[in-house]
């Protein structure tokens, strides 16, 4: 290929959905990884692929949550133009706690009816929980439920957007680790090395989350569960098979050794409070991860005009969240337009930066 319009560097999660959706715009498109093509070394590959706008508030910013809501109307539409089917499920999240948590249970209602009064949530009570949630019968006699969420097959998204990346002729060089000394010749070079960034990008952080994959077929969960806890907040993601995804610790440190006895205890322990039948689930994997986050823990988009490189990082505990929003956005900066609609996006730069992309004849279908 002669040089490239853009090349991505880094074809974890936000890399590889940019060079995808770039080269659906026609541009040409080189794509360089450090790691083979199913990303096992990427944070997407550790992650539940949870999809929560509304949840998220309780912890984040309500602009990650505005974001997240214009994602999950994006979600169905890029799964649609992929080549295989992904696992992906919309039912919902429900919330829980134990009597002795009904504090923090508290503090998690108001945040959501503060922030979010434009999303439902609905106050469950009695059976009603159970109706919603058959496999946890009577054990927990409230809980909140946001219907308007979703989950992805975290592991299944990398692989299908891999094959439409072929598909679609992107020049892909996987195992290739890039920095200052071998950077791309290209239009522009879009930096997506997540905690790979870090001696570019001296405010970076890692956030350490250690994750749990369980087989249990004879459990039928459709929701995603997160129980609301001070110390132990855990989730259960119900996958494809009988898998569920227990997630996550949270620790500050870029430290991604495996999993501590401890982590995994606190994980085990929590979701085994919930459906106390996991005592019998098979462990299939540990893993661990570091989570890009910048110091206001939103993500940035960070131009460089002089080497002209684009570095799109801090996606934090965010990726799937956030992706398809960002992309989009990014996919207009680079045609010349910006849709302005999200200032946590800490855009440092202005359209007119990327005037030389403009010229090109493949740049303006975009
Ligand atoms: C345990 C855990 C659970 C999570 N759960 C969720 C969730 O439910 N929902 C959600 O929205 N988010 C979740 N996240 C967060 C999400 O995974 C991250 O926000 C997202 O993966 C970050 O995307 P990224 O592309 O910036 O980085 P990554 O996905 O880490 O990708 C970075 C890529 O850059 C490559 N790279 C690094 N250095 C170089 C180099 N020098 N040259 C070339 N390539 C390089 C790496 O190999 C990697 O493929 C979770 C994260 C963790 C750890």
Not at 121 to 144: C, H, K, N, T
Not at 191 to 218: Q, T, Y
Request: hydrophobic content about 40%; charged content about 20%; glycine content about 8%.
């Amino acid at each position: 290929m002669s040089q490239p319009d853009v090349a991505v560097v880094g074809g974890g999660l936000i890399g590889r959905c940019l060079a995808w959706r770039v080269s659906r715009c026609g541009a040409r498109v080189a794509l360089y990884d450090s790691a083979d093509s199913q990303g096992m070394n990427s944070a997407a590959w550790a992650a539940a692929g949870m999809i929560a706008p509304t949840t998220e508030v309780i912890d984040s910013d309500a602009q990650i949550s505005s974001m997240g809501a214009n994602s999950l109307k994006l979600w169905p539409q890029w799964l649609a133009e992929l080549p295989i089917p992904v696992f992906y499920r919309d039912n919902g999240t429900l919330l829980l706690w134990h009597v002795e948590d009904t504090g923090e249970a508290a503090r998690a209602q108001s945040m959501l009816t503060s922030r979010q009064s434009q999303l439902c949530v609905r106050y469950l009570e009695g059976s009603q929980v159970a109706d919603v949630e058959p496999e946890l019968g009577s054990r927990f006699p409230r809980a909140l439920y946001v219907p308007a969420e979703a989950q992805v097959d975290n592991r299944g998204f990398l692989k299908a957007v891999g094959l439409a990346l072929e598909e679609a002729g992107v020049e892909s060089h996987w195992e290739t680790a890039i920095d200052d000394s071998n950077r791309p010749d290209a239009g522009i070079v879009v930096d997506c090395r997540g905690m790979g960034a870090k001696s570019d990008l001296r405010s970076l952080r890692g956030v350490r989350g250690e994750i749990v994959r369980l087989h249990a077929p004879e459990i039928q969960l459709s929701h995603m569960l997160r129980l609301l806890h001070p110390r132990y907040p855990v989730y259960v993601v119900p996958r494809s098979e009988g898998q569920l995804v227990v997630g996550a610790t949270a620790f500050e440190s870029d430290d991604r050794s495996p999993a501590s006895v401890r982590g995994i205890l606190e994980l085990l322990t929590s979701a085994y409070s919930i459906i106390p039948a996991l005592a019998e689930a098979r462990i299939l994997e540990f893993n661990t991860q570091v989570r890009p986050a910048l110091p206001n823990n939103q993500p940035a988009i960070l131009f460089d005009p002089e080497r002209r490189i684009l570095r799109l990082n801090g996606l934090y505990r965010h990726g799937f969240l956030l992706t398809p929003t960002i992309v989009e956005e990014v996919l207009g900066l680079l045609s010349g337009r910006s849709s302005g609609r999200w200032p946590c996006l800490n855009v440092n730069c202005s359209v007119a930066s990327f005037g030389l992309l403009n010229t090109s004849a493949e740049m303006q279908k975009w």
